[in-house]
């Protein structure tokens, strides 16, 4: 059975693909079948997820998944939430989106926050009951980064249970922990139990 994927970042592709081939999926990335990007125009990131679905498997005619996903810090009021990737801007920096969070966080106690992933697998481009599967990962951010590993926020955002950050975990255990990692075995269960 073959499946679109609504992302052209590799890592994404990679860990999907792995999850999904036992049930009998085959992933296929969104730009092999010559999808464009999709306009991420919502509020929420479940809205910016089944926007991508839908539009994915119009474009193909194949059942889709996609995700949104991004950086919810308490003392910002959630920001950069949805606006994660760009928050400092275009062109999307993960230099200047980290500057820039730093920066926002500057004199402020509170330093909690947590990633959230939203999956969306949608059957055809109409499907009335999109699978939506979320995952939540928390932490605080640091001032400093530290590790050399993952991408994004990963080297600001800090582990207490495991006194490290995001960026110190080998690439295993991030999946397995990670707001993605979550979303994607939950997804995985609901397939499962729910026959495509």
């Known amino acids: 059975m073959k499946l679109v994927v609504a992302s052209n970042n590799p890592g994404k592709l990679r860990e999907f693909g792995e999850m999904l081939a036992p049930l009998g999926w085959e992933t296929l ?3 092999e079948l010559g999808v464009s990007e999709c306009e991420e125009p919502h509020g929420t990131f479940v809205e910016n997820a089944l926007a991508k679905a839908r539009h994915a498997s119009a474009c193909t005619g194949l059942p889709a998944l996609a995700d949104d996903s991004g950086l919810c810090v308490h003392a910002l009021g959630g920001a950069p ?6 928050f400092a801007g275009e062109p999307k920096s993960d230099e200047r989106n980290n500057q820039k969070l730093v920066a926002d966080l500057a004199g402020q106690a509170d330093r909690r926050a947590h990633y959230v992933c939203v999956l969306v697998f949608v059957r055809h481009a109409d499907d009335p009951q999109p699978v939506i599967a979320e995952g939540e990962w928390h932490g605080e ?3 400093q980064p530290r590790g050399q590993g993952g991408f994004g926020y990963d080297p600001y955002f800090f582990l207490p249970e495991s006194g490290a950050t995001a960026a110190e975990l080998d690439a295993a255990e991030k999946n397995r922990r990670s707001h993605r990692g979550q979303a994607l075995a939950q997804l995985v269960d609901r397939l499962k139990t729910r026959r495509a």
Not at 81 to 86: E, K
Request: charged share 25%.
């Open 29 to 31: 990335p969104q730009k």
């Open 81 to 86: 939430g949805v606006y994660s990737a760009r």
């Open 141 to 143: 951010i640091v001032d």
